[in-house]
C-alpha cells in the first residue's frame, strides 16, 4: 500500500530530498486497523507513533471505576504517540483505538532516533511536533481548569471541525470533561443562539 499522504507530510515538514523520505517510508509499516481495534494498550510499552493517512483514533484511558477519559483524537494527517511511555520506558497509561476502520502509518520509534541522528532537519521537526504537543496539553489543562463547557466545545470544534459526525456524543462529552447530559444542554444553547 502506497504511503502517499504520509509521504506529502513528510515532504511538507522536513523539507528533505525525497529519496531520504522513500527511505523512511520502507523501513515504516502501513496498516489497516479495523474499529473497536487498538494499536495500544494500557500497561503495555509505547514503541511507535501512529500516523492517521485515513479513518479516526482515540487515546484514552480508564480510571479504576471503568470510566473512560478521552485524552485526544487523531483523524487524518495527524499523528499519535504516547510519548511519556516512548521516552521513558514506562508502561503507557493509555490506550490508542481505532474509531473507524482506519489506514495507519506505523514509525518504529528506534527508527526515528536513527533518523534523527542523520538529519538536522528531522530533530527541528520532531522539536516542533514537541512544543506543539506540549502547547495543546497546557491549553487543555487550561480549559478544563478555567473554561466553561460551553468554550470547551467551541474550541473542540476548532481543533476537530471534521470528527463532530464521526464520534459518539458520550466520547465528546468525555474529551471535554461534562456529562452527555451536559453537553446535549450546550449543543441546545448553541443552536437557539443562532
Same mark, same amino acid.
Given at each position: 500500500m #502506497?504511503?502517499n499522504?504520509?509521504?506529502? +507530510?513528510l515532504?511538507l515538514?522536513?523539507?528533505?530530498?525525497?529519496?531520504? @523520505?522513500? =527511505?523512511?517510508?520502507k &523501513?515504516s509499516?502501513?496498516s @489497516?486497523?479495523h *474499529? !473497536?481495534d487498538?494499536?495500544?494498550? #494500557?500497561?503495555a510499552?509505547?514503541?511507535h507513533t501512529?500516523?492517521v /493517512?485515513?479513518?479516526?483514533?482515540?487515546?484514552?484511558? %480508564? !480510571?479504576?471505576?471503568g *470510566?473512560?477519559?478521552?485524552?485526544?483524537?487523531?483523524p487524518?494527517?495527524?499523528?499519535?504517540t504516547?510519548?511519556?511511555s $516512548?521516552?521513558?520506558?514506562?508502561?503507557? =497509561?493509555?490506550?490508542i483505538q481505532?474509531l473507524e476502520d482506519s489506514?495507519?502509518?506505523?514509525? !518504529?520509534?528506534?527508527?526515528?532516533q536513527?533518523? #534523527?541522528q &542523520? =538529519?538536522?532537519?528531522? $530533530?527541528?521537526?520532531?522539536s516542533?511536533?514537541?512544543h506543539?504537543h506540549?502547547?495543546?496539553?497546557q491549553?487543555?489543562i487550561?480549559l478544563?481548569?478555567s473554561a %466553561?463547557?460551553? /468554550?470547551?466545545?467551541?474550541? +473542540?470544534v476548532?481543533?476537530?471541525?471534521?470528527?463532530?459526525?464521526? $464520534?459518539?456524543?458520550?466520547m465528546? #462529552?468525555?474529551?471535554?470533561g461534562? %456529562?452527555? /447530559?451536559?453537553?446535549?444542554r450546550?449543543?441546545?444553547?448553541? %443552536?437557539?443562539?443562532t
Amino acid at each position: 500500500m #502506497a504511503h502517499n499522504y504520509f509521504k506529502k +507530510f513528510l515532504l511538507l515538514h522536513l523539507k528533505i530530498d525525497e529519496s531520504k @523520505i522513500d =527511505a523512511i517510508l520502507k &523501513k515504516s509499516r502501513h496498516s @489497516i486497523v479495523h *474499529k !473497536d481495534d487498538f494499536l495500544l494498550r #494500557a500497561n503495555a510499552h509505547c514503541k511507535h507513533t501512529f500516523f492517521v /493517512e485515513k479513518g479516526l483514533l482515540r487515546q484514552f484511558s %480508564t !480510571d479504576d471505576k471503568g *470510566k473512560e477519559h478521552i485524552i485526544s483524537f487523531a483523524p487524518e494527517g495527524w499523528l499519535v504517540t504516547d510519548r511519556e511511555s $516512548v521516552f521513558f520506558n514506562e508502561p503507557s =497509561a493509555y490506550n490508542i483505538q481505532a474509531l473507524e476502520d482506519s489506514q495507519v502509518v506505523i514509525i !518504529d520509534d528506534e527508527l526515528l532516533q536513527r533518523i #534523527a541522528q &542523520k =538529519a538536522p532537519n528531522f $530533530v527541528r521537526f520532531n522539536s516542533r511536533l514537541l512544543h506543539n504537543h506540549i502547547r495543546h496539553l497546557q491549553q487543555r489543562i487550561n480549559l478544563l481548569l478555567s473554561a %466553561t463547557a460551553e /468554550e470547551r466545545y467551541l474550541k +473542540f470544534v476548532s481543533m476537530y471541525p471534521n470528527i463532530l459526525q464521526r $464520534v459518539p456524543q458520550s466520547m465528546i #462529552a468525555s474529551y471535554l470533561g461534562i %456529562t452527555p /447530559e451536559s453537553l446535549s444542554r450546550v449543543r441546545r444553547e448553541l %443552536t437557539n443562539k443562532t
